[in-house]
């Protein structure tokens, strides 16, 4: 396996096995998740480690980094970086972009809800956004937690916290982001030694199949909705109703509803 020089705002437990397949699972799940996104203007931010664009057909695709990756620079692997910024403030107009990636963003990020709201912000009515986020309920959060206690060895991440899963649909709820699409993976603990961590390798199956929601790493896909709008369509023609309509009497003394006019409904 191949190592890599993580950037100091990540674990230096990227460069191990554990780290290395997280990559590459999710690596795997963006290619699959972007690829049939459409637009003009794509944007991922943070974790650049990860191309989350590269199969992504959009003419201008960009990465942004947080003002705090101080220590990583621009390298032959992973994504080209686009711009330095703050997450919080995007120089990007609000409907502007229609596709956003976070790739553990919001969980390295000062502020996870302003973050969201900005990215919100951004993005196009049916724009895309997909998340990438540990789940605390795997084994990978006991550790993180385990970490927080003081075994500092455990802890994943050196600074934020996990977003829970449903927890992160709230969140998107309340910003009228849908959610389309959701995807669990990762299911081994986190183990140092290349053996032991081929020697679960049986885990990935049995946990997809049989614990599904306690997946190390989850995937989100929302769609942006715009309150009040519609998609045009065919328009129905309907008939008045007749109820409070007068009768009209014909010479033979015979009555007949009167004049039935279409309107567009």
């Known amino acids: 396996m191949s190592k890599v020089g993580p950037i100091i705002e990540l674990h230096p437990w990227l460069g191990l096995p554990c780290g290395q397949a997280l990559l590459a699972w999710e690596q795997a799940r963006l290619d699959e998740v972007v690829a049939d996104m ?3 203007h794509a944007l991922q931010l943070g974790l650049p480690e990860l191309d989350g ?10 990465l942004a980094l947080d003002t705090a990756y101080q220590g990583w620079q621009p390298g032959a692997a992973g994504a080209p970086l686009g711009v330095r910024c703050d997450f919080e403030s ?14 553990h963003a919001l969980e390295l990020a000062r502020d996870p809800h302003d973050t969201l709201r900005e990215v919100e912000r951004v993005l196009v009515p049916e724009g895309k956004v997909v998340i990438i986020g540990f789940n605390p309920m795997s084994s990978w959060g006991v ?3 385990m970490g927080g206690l ?3 060895s455990a802890r994943v991440l050196p600074q934020g916290e996990f977003i829970g899963y449903w927890r992160l649909r709230d969140w998107l709820r309340l910003l ?3 959610v389309e699409a959701g995807r669990f993976g990762c299911w081994r603990p986190m183990v140092r030694t290349e053996a032991w961590w081929n020697r679960l390798q049986w885990m990935e199956s049995a946990g ?5 929601v306690l997946g190390a790493v989850y995937v989100v896909v ?16 309907t008939r008045l109703p007749t109820a409070a309509a007068p009768a009209v009497v014909t010479q033979s003394g015979q009555a007949r509803a009167p004049y039935q006019q279409d309107v567009n409904g």
């Not at 997809?208 to 599904?212: A, L, N, Q, S």
Request: charged fraction near 30%.
């Open 208 to 212: 997809e199949r049989w614990w599904p």
């Open 176 to 178: 009228d982001l849908e």
């Open 53 to 62: 664009l590269r199969a992504n057909r959009m003419p201008h695709r960009w």
């Open 150 to 152: 003081g075994v500092r």
């Open 38 to 40: 459409f637009g003009f």
């Open 222 to 237: 929302a769609v942006k909705r715009v309150r009040g709008m519609r998609l045009v369509g065919k328009i129905r023609k």
């Open 143 to 145: 550790s993180h937690r």
């Open 90 to 103: 995007l120089p990007f107009a609000s409907n502007s972009l229609d596709l956003v990636v976070l790739p």
